[in-house]
């Protein structure tokens, strides 16, 4: 499995040609317009079985807990965290399984018209998503969709240029398929020249590239995450994750911390103890039965505490990158540690850009110093693509001045 996900993000050697496929049809409606469908998949997959398993407990167990009778043997636990605890269980399993029955059954539709292109989404028959964009300067690039064991699956995006309304499609197709599902789709759209990938892999790491690459440099450019000031020896860049995103994580992490300390009957205890007002709360809840296994509590508690400890490190994460006279300096901190390098501008050799992940669907780009004898020095990463660009066109003008 593991060898299986390495050669899918390494990309084929081969290159992978287009394919129809047999869930794929083409064909032009009464009024000229050509119209695309993408067929289920006529047969249950991954997130069907997903989905049961997942649902099933809490759906076969919530009830015994909530409407049960009281367990004389066991330690009182309250509803309220047993609810808590099968809750994510239900909403996943549920999506997940929806999600399934989709792919099984239902039915994707892609009608270019004269001004518009619209996605529409219908299951046994009755449709319940329907999207437009505009047509004119429609962006068409490739994302991740999911994950089907361990190995990243894609889709393909439409997106208005300048706004954040999109819509993807073609999630579980196969890699030919969605090949051609793209290069049918520039076609229709008018382009003339259609660039080949070897894989979608490939197609995503440069999507978005050749744009940020044509960034001009701002003087007075400052973002929530990078900032540029002038020095008396050239200029520094200092860049910061985000501070919400980082606090906003440790609140997550603390929620799932507490819910396993209240799994546990002695932690329970100790912490009613401190506050009074919440033991009061809970003083007419009745129990369902015994604690859950320590197992559970320590799963919850466990993957909250990383959480919060991820979002500590983000909050004192800091990037500075320094040009002083005809080197490159970086350092990295975190609060008080440090650990800094220093090149000269003659030994890189170029920078590479490529997409490095989404936050809430907008993608996130890294960027590479290429140096002498085929080694990489990352300079930003997870950075939006203006903060990239900004980087990018301060570099490579002053690349430019050393090789001249």
């Known amino acids: 499995m593991f060898k299986k996900l390495l050669k899918k993000l390494g990309g084929p050697r081969k290159p992978v040609l287009p394919e129809q496929g047999k869930r794929l049809l083409k064909e032009e409606t009464t009024t000229g317009d050509l119209l695309m469908t993408i067929k289920?998949?006529?047969?249950?997959?991954?997130?069907?079985?997903?989905?049961?398993?997942?649902?099933?407990?809490?759906?076969?167990?919530?009830?015994?807990?909530?409407?049960?009778?009281?367990?004389?043997?066991?330690e009182p636990f309250p509803k309220i965290f047993?609810?808590?605890?099968?809750?994510?269980?239900?909403?996943?399993?549920?999506?997940?399984?929806?999600?399934?029955?989709?792919?099984?059954?239902?039915?994707?539709?892609?009608?270019?018209?004269?001004?518009?292109?619209?996605?529409?989404?219908?299951?046994?028959?009755?449709?319940?998503?329907?999207?437009?964009?505009?047509?004119?300067d429609l962006n068409l690039s490739f994302e991740k969709s999911h994950e089907n064991n361990d190995v990243p699956q894609y889709k393909l995006s439409f997106q208005e240029k300048g706004t954040k309304k999109k819509i993807g499609v073609g999630g579980s197709l196969k890699e030919p398929e969605l090949l051609w599902l793209e290069r049918?789709?520039?076609?229709?759209?008018?382009?003339?020249?259609?660039?080949?990938?070897?894989?979608?892999?490939?197609?995503?790491?440069?999507g978005g590239v050749e744009e940020i690459g044509e960034t001009v440099v701002d003087p007075n450019y400052r973002s929530k995450y990078l900032r540029f000031t002038r020095t008396n020896n050239g200029w520094e860049a200092q860049s910061r994750p985000s501070m919400g995103g980082a606090i906003g994580l440790m609140l997550m992490g603390s929620i799932f911390v507490i819910v396993g300390l209240m799994m546990i009957t002695e932690s329970r205890e100790f912490l009613l103890d401190l506050v009074p007002s919440i033991r009061d709360f809970f003083a007419n809840a009745t129990s369902s039965g015994e604690n859950p296994p320590r197992l559970f509590a320590l799963a919850f508690g466990g993957m909250g505490?990383?959480?919060?400890?991820?979002?500590?490190?983000?909050?004192?994460?800091?990037v500075q990158i320094s040009k002083r006279h005809s080197r490159l300096h970086i350092q990295r901190r975190w609060i008080v540690i440090a650990i800094s390098s220093a090149h000269d501008l003659s030994e890189f050799t170029g920078l590479e850009m490529k997409q490095n992940g989404h936050v809430n669907d907008v993608s996130r780009y890294r960027l590479d110093g290429l140096l002498r004898g085929g080694k990489k020095k990352m300079l930003l990463g997870y950075a939006p693509a203006e903060d990239v660009g900004q980087l990018h066109a301060r570099l490579k003008e002053v690349m430019l001045n050393v090789s001249e």
Request: aromatic share 14%.
């Open 184 to 206: 049918e789709a520039r076609l229709a759209l008018g382009e003339e020249e259609i660039e080949e990938h070897r894989s979608v892999f490939e197609a995503m790491m440069r």
């Open 40 to 74: 289920g998949t006529g047969r249950p997959g991954f997130f069907i079985i997903f989905g049961l398993l997942f649902g099933a407990p809490a759906v076969l167990i919530g009830p015994m807990i909530l409407f049960g009778t009281v367990s004389s043997d066991g």
């Open 82 to 136: 047993a609810g808590l605890f099968l809750l994510p269980f239900f909403l996943i399993g549920a999506s997940t399984f929806l999600t399934g029955l989709f792919l099984w059954f239902g039915k994707t539709q892609i009608e270019f018209g004269r001004m518009v292109v619209s996605v529409q989404r219908s299951l046994f028959g009755k449709v319940f998503q329907q999207k437009s964009l505009a047509r004119a």
């Open 305 to 318: 505490l990383l959480v919060v400890l991820i979002g500590f490190f983000l909050l004192g994460y800091r």
